[in-house]
């Protein structure tokens, strides 16, 4: 059981959807009991309690994980790799790699378009939640990517016409398929991370280092 010895709750930010279900037998293995409500998506609360009267919980979008624990409205988070590298943000530290939410971020386009020579290509106009991640990508290829943002329904994107190609989250395909579009490249593989707010974790230290320390011997013992 995690104990620590601070009078102020650490809020931890957690992101909703399918990573809540493969999170819970990490929280149950230190010993971390959210309140019931917690798990239930049908629930509209944001803030949950636990078993330990001093951790709190916050359950938002996973692209905000990101900026809640960045800006210290969170001390901890549980965040994917392609939001921190989309991101970048300098005020957050990555411990620990929980092994969960593995996906990737790949290229797609549709299945009929003719097929694109990149080592010819100067320009690509993408669709994408990623605009930095999908920039860096091309310009280590020498092409510019002329990137259009959006938050929904990308695979609609190449069959309208408003991109050539989507930078997306895969993780089996079939949405793609579904779409009429096929996977090209894979940009990046992608797991969730134990994320922290780097002054917490100095101003912390001791409370901070207790939970990732038992966080790491829980994923740890997972995965032997």
């Known amino acids: 059981m995690v104990t620590l010895a601070i009078d102020q709750p650490l809020v931890i930010a957690v992101p909703k959807g399918r990573i809540l279900k493969e999170l819970r037998p990490v929280m149950a293995a230190i010993g971390l009991k959210p309140e019931d409500a917690f798990f239930d998506e049908d629930d509209r609360r944001l803030r949950f309690g636990s078993n330990h009267t001093l951790i709190e919980l916050i359950r938002v979008r996973s692209f905000d994980v990101a900026s809640f624990v960045a800006f210290g409205a969170a001390h901890i988070g549980i965040c994917g790799s392609d939001v921190l590298a989309e991101f970048d943000y300098p005020d957050i530290y990555a411990p620990v790699d929980l092994g969960i939410g593995t996906c990737r971020v790949s290229l797609a386009g549709k299945v009929d378009a003719p097929e694109v020579d990149y080592d010819r290509l100067s320009h690509i106009r993408v669709a994408t939640k990623y605009p930095n991640i999908t920039r860096s990508y091309f310009a280590e290829m020498g092409i510019q990517a002329e990137c259009i943002k959006l938050n929904g329904a990308i ?37 969730s991370r134990l994320i922290v707010n780097r002054t917490a974790f100095k101003t912390r230290a001791k409370e901070m280092h207790t939970l990732v320390s038992h966080v790491r011997d829980a994923v740890e013992k997972q995965r032997a």
């Open 155 to 191: 695979e609609l994107a190449p069959i309208l016409g408003l991109s050539t190609h989507i930078v997306d989250l895969v993780s089996t395909g079939g949405t793609l398929k579904a779409n009429g579009l096929v996977e090209e490249k894979v940009l990046a593989q992608v797991s």
